[in-house]
């Protein structure tokens, strides 16, 4: 099974600061099936990033994804107030599915 | 528009089982793949498993292989995931969701709104 690590497990920033997620995979698996979620407490999680870069219908352009291999990073390029959440990648490999195990992004 | 919603919460006895529904509207289910992703209380997002609704085929996470059901009821519009032998760790809140794309295994586009599932003596 492929392990996603996400660092760091929490990031303190204020608003209108820059955010760099990161989302490291065991082994090297398709941008292609690399995908970021947010999720607000009480929600489902909501796609933000499919294949790797691609945002999905709605999701703010100041939201990018990026990386290859095993080496992943979601940037939010300047905070709002309603991007407070936690942030999770999720890869697919193989019929199976994993997550990371989230960054929370927290007001400083 | 699509919309996925789950039955309501459960409260189960250790030991038993628990079967939840997810109706999907706005779409044709036999045409996407249906997953089931679970979250325990302040813990990350787990998948389950997820069934091809079109021609039933399932396919399950190595870790509760033998223990999750996933069907569906294409009549009905309606997917279902069934978990045997609960126990307390199982209590989570438990979502379905459907691939962005048909076909295309590129991420979880559409969500139910969860349901809570309490497994208690």
């Known amino acids: 099974e492929i392990v996603l690590t996400q660092s760091p497990g929490t990031l303190s920033l204020s608003p209108g600061e820059r955010a760099t997620l990161s989302c490291r995979a065991s082994?090297?698996?398709?941008?292609?099936?690399l995908a970021w979620y947010q999720q607000k407490v009480g929600q489902a999680p909501r796609l933000l990033i499919y294949g790797a870069s691609s945002r999905a219908t709605g999701t703010p352009d100041r939201f990018s994804g990026s990386g290859s291999g095993t080496d992943f990073t979601l940037t939010i390029s300047r905070l709002e107030p309603e991007d407070f959440a936690v942030y999770y990648c999720q890869q697919y490999g193989s019929s199976q599915w994993t997550f990371g195990q989230g960054t929370k992004v927290e007001i400083k | 528009q699509v919309q996925l919603v789950q039955s309501g919460a459960e409260v189960k006895k250790p030991g038993a089982s628990v079967k939840v529904s997810c109706k999907a509207s706005g779409y044709t289910l036999t045409g996407y793949a249906m997953h089931w992703v679970r979250q325990a209380p302040g813990q990350r997002l787990e998948w389950m498993g997820w069934?091809?609704?079109?021609?039933?085929?399932?396919y399950y996470s190595e870790k509760f292989q033998g223990r999750v059901t996933i069907t569906r009821d294409t009549s009905a519009s309606t997917a279902y995931m069934e978990l045997s032998s609960l126990r307390s760790e199982d209590t989570a809140v438990y979502y379905c969701a459907r691939n962005l794309i048909a076909a295309r295994p590129i991420g979880f586009g559409y969500w139910g709104q969860g349901t809570l599932v309490t497994v208690s003596s």
């Open positions: 082994q090297t698996i398709s941008s292609s099936y």
């Open positions: 069934i091809n609704a079109g021609n039933g085929n399932t």
